[in-house]
């Protein structure tokens, strides 16, 4: 299986522009040519790395999450990775071997791998390869529920988690799910979403989740609002909740997105 990984650089003078980038007041399309080394971010206690980041909360846009993709060159990492004592993480590797400090324990996480991290957790990343390891990071605040108790740590990957065919869709559409639906504990997904040549989301879904989705592999023309975008490996798609999205798969090989969605809570009545 494929997993798109930036890889940096800057594109020579000669290039065309290809104005794909969109922003607009429901989604953000930011395509892969975008991900060059000039708009990366270096990290307070990160070493030997930095970071794509793709999506932070926004006031008036999508407000639950941020998602980088973050770089590690050999012997880099963080002793102390995250600021926010609330937050939870999502982890997938798609580059290298990641090894995650969790409760004194190390794991190591090779490409096509998940970890969950969560909140009020000591945890650390190092690079102990040759080679670097790059990864998405998803960040969100946990919403803790009375009487339910927070989720515990855990690992898996891609090859681990079956795929479960959406209904009715004739094995066009799957899902991998790295945590259950039913599980209230979790108020956010991590999902891949797999679609063979010309399956489709046959309706526009208008939903209150909002969605950070990275093209790990093939092509679709994707619905964003009212707008058809044709998609690759390594774009990203950020939508607001509420944004209508529908795709159609084009590419022989599967078309596969890493998904984010907040899910399992009432909204909020009051406005922060
Ligand atoms: N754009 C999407 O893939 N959306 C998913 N079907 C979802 O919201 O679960």
């Known amino acids: 299986m494929g997993y798109h990984t930036p890889t940096g650089g800057l594109a020579p003078q000669t290039t065309p522009l290809r104005r794909r980038a969109r922003f607009s007041e429901s989604y953000a399309f930011i395509p892969a040519e975008c991900f060059s080394d000039i708009v990366t971010s270096y990290l307070p206690h990160w070493h030997k790395s930095r970071a794509w980041i793709m999506a932070r909360p926004m006031s008036g846009f999508a ?5 980088y993709i973050v770089e590690v060159a050999p012997n880099g990492g963080s002793p102390a990775p995250e600021p926010d004592p609330n937050a939870q993480a999502g982890i997938f590797v798609t580059q290298g071997t990641l090894t995650i400090i969790y409760s004194g324990q190390r794991h190591q996480i090779g490409v096509g791998g998940y970890v969950y991290i969560p909140p009020e957790a000591q945890w650390q990343v190092e690079n102990t390869t040759t080679m670097p ?7 969100k605040r946990y919403l803790p529920v009375s009487g339910i108790a927070k989720p515990e740590f855990f690992t898996t990957s891609d090859a681990q988690t079956p795929a479960q065919d959406m209904p009715d869709c004739a094995g066009l559409w799957a899902t991998t799910r790295f945590v ?3 599980d209230m504990r979790h108020d956010m997904h991590v999902n891949i979403v797999s679609f063979q040549q010309g399956g489709c989301i046959p309706f526009e879904e208008t939903h209150v989740m909002e969605h950070g989705l990275y093209v790990l592999q093939g092509r679709a023309r994707y619905l964003l609002n009212q707008d058809w975008i044709d998609v690759e490996p390594g774009d990203f798609m950020w939508l607001r909740a509420f944004c209508p999205q529908a795709c159609v798969a084009t590419s022989t090989e599967p078309f596969r997105y890493l998904l984010y969605k907040d899910v399992n809570r009432h909204p909020a009545l009051a406005l922060a």
Do not use: L
């Open 180 to 182: 259950d639906p039913d």
């Open 63 to 67: 407000e639950t999450f941020a998602q």
């Open 133 to 139: 390891v790059t990864f998405h990071w998803i960040r």
